[in-house]
């Protein structure tokens, strides 16, 4: 047998053991090889269905009886709670709104705040270097609005650089870029050594990985939904606040969705409690109802499983492509050690650029990041080991043409 039509026959076996492909069917999809959920995941099919019921029955005909009858003013912690259990968090600690790039800077200012309130003079926010720029840039600006200077580092170095001066640390669980995951219940019990909290972006990895935010005492975290929790382009993004944080938590945006009495229409702000203390304005409705109906794909579908498919969808992606395309035209950033690895797989080559092109060309789907990244994220809900084969084959016949 070739090696092509053993790892074709390897990942017909691996499809007819695999636990979660019937999710499949619950996505829109066609023939194309799409491993770009780690940007944009799929369209849950429920979802239209859904959002049309939103606005034509829900707005279209009760209107602005919709806030209660329809539940639209509590969407935001009810979805949260919905969340919640994908990131290891209990209830009333999570609420849905804003994009991420606002609740990180919620979530550091806040932590700011939190530290400071406790005494000792902290003026030291540690970043993550390699982090997607946003956070960077919202936590240079988040240093200048609370007196810090700010300190970019490599997560590895974070242990090293604490002490009684940090604020606040901001980390991402899943490098954008690499793919790395970073270990996150050893660098939160060292933040906390030093006595600060932490702000873990959790964009690359809920929906992919076990985040255990509630079992690793995480103080605040952010992440988006539109990645591996499908919520649609732009869907609403999410803040966790630790239970026993949320009455010191100071938001720096206290809007009035996020007040004791919101129809009180007080001048002077006074702060709910709970994890709606983290609102801001108007929740944007459409968006989140969309999100509410693409997270049924959850049901019955465990986080453990959907990691442990992850791992052998990459473990079988890194084999197909050892196998499949010639020694040294590609280069794995992503690391070999399960510990160590999100759901997606970097590959340094060369001309990215335009290989990424050609393979969107032929029906497989990666990103391009600058400057010689090719891309690959692996959703476990509607991602095949055949799928795999494919985009290996194809991703070695297009460095070879
Ligand atoms: C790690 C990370 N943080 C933050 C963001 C920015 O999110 P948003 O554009 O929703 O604010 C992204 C977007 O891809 C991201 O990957």
Redesign the pocket.
């Known amino acids: 047998m070739s090696e092509t039509t053993e790892l074709a026959a390897g990942a017909a076996k691996l499809d007819a053991a695999d636990e979660l492909a019937a999710v499949r069917g619950k996505f829109v999809l066609d023939e194309v090889v799409y491993l770009d959920g780690n940007s944009l995941g799929a369209l849950p099919a429920a979802v239209p269905g859904r959002v049309e019921d939103v606005v034509r029955r829900q707005w279209g005909e009760l209107r602005i009886r919709s806030w209660d009858e329809s539940g639209w003013w509590t969407a935001p912690e009810r979805i949260g709670d919905r969340i919640a259990p994908l990131v290891g968090a209990a209830r009333g600690q999570i609420v849905v709104g804003d994009?991420?790039?606002?609740n990180?800077f919620k979530a550091l200012v806040g932590a700011v705040r939190l530290a400071q309130r406790a005494g000792g003079g902290r003026d030291e926010i540690l970043v993550d270097a390699t982090?997607?720029p946003?956070?960077g840039y919202i936590a240079e600006s988040a240093a200048r609005m609370t007196g810090c200077t700010l300190r970019p580092l490599e997560p590895a170095e974070v242990p090293g650089a604490l002490s009684g001066r940090t604020a606040a640390v901001l980390l991402?669980h899943v490098d954008?870029r690499t793919g790395r995951l970073h270990d996150l219940p050893g660098l939160t019990a060292a933040v906390h050594a030093a006595g600060a909290p932490v702000v873990w972006?959790l964009?690359?990895s809920a929906g992919a990985l076990p985040v255990g935010l509630d079992e690793h005492g995480v103080d605040l975290a952010v992440g988006?939904t539109y990645k591996y929790l499908n919520g649609g382009p732009g869907s609403p993004?999410y803040l966790y606040v630790r239970a026993d944080l949320q009455d010191r938590f100071d938001s720096p945006l206290p809007g009035w969705n996020s007040h004791a009495e919101p129809f009180g229409m007080r001048s002077a702000y006074e702060p709910a409690s709970g994890a709606l203390r983290g609102r801001v304005g108007t929740p944007d409705i459409l968006s989140m109802l969309a999100l509410e109906a693409a997270l049924d794909v959850w049901d019955g579908v465990t986080v453990e499983a959907v990691r442990a498919k992850s791992l052998a969808l990459t473990d079988f992606f890194l084999e197909c492509v050892r196998a499949y395309v010639p020694a040294g035209r590609v280069q794995s950033l992503t690391p070999a050690a399960h510990a160590e690895r999100g759901s997606q797989v970097a590959l340094r080559c060369e001309d990215a650029g335009d290989v990424m092109k050609r393979l969107i060309e032929r029906g497989v789907v990666g990103d391009f990041r600058h400057p010689d990244v090719l891309r690959f994220g692996f959703t476990p809900l509607y991602v095949g080991f055949g799928d795999v084969e494919r985009a290996a084959r194809v991703l070695a016949e297009t460095l070879a043409g």
Do not use: E, P
Request: one cysteine or more; aromatic letters at 12%.
């Open positions: 994009s991420t790039s606002v990180v982090t997607f946003t956070d991402n954008y972006d964009c690359h988006c993004a």
